[in-house]
Nanobody
Framework: QVQLVESGGGLVQAGGSLRLSCAASGRTFSSNPIGWFRQASGKEREFVAAISGSGGSTSYADFVKGRFTISRDNVKNTAYLQMNSLKPEDTAVYYC???????????????????WGQGTQVAVSS
């Protein structure tokens, strides 16, 4: 069984930064991709970024390219999402997710991910 716990959310002014963490349990962390998704109030959940098991490959949604960076530390079993130049439209609950079976490029489809954290709230004020 895999458990994912997000942290690092909070309230920040537009233009500010936050770093989200996703702490994982389970022995297969370093073998599997991690994805970050977000869901704003009244909207569907959407893909933000993903990273391969080794950390050597990443993918991003167009709306975060150049502002967000995904990374991971397989020794600490933790993935990160560094968010810079935050905008009010980045306000959402952010979720990390892990797939224990995908072996291709970091996937953007939430259907690939079978373990999810509880989410952490990010609020960006204008």
């Amino acid at each position: 069984q895999v458990q994912l716990v997000e942290s690092g959310g909070g309230l920040v002014q537009a233009g500010g930064s936050l770093r989200l963490s996703c702490a994982a349990s389970g022995r297969t962390f370093s073998s599997n991709p991690i994805g970050w998704f977000r869901q704003a109030s009244g909207k569907e959940r959407e893909f933000v970024a993903a990273i391969s098991g080794s950390g050597g490959s990443t993918s991003y949604a167009d709306f975060v390219k150049g502002r967000f960076t995904i990374s991971r530390d397989n020794v600490k079993n933790t993935a990160y999402l560094q968010m810079n130049s935050l905008k009010p439209e980045d306000t959402a609950v952010y979720y990390c997710a892990q797939s224990d079976w995908w072996s291709g490029r970091p996937p953007a489809s939430e259907n690939v991910y079978n373990y999810w954290g509880q989410g952490t709230q990010v609020a960006v004020s204008s």
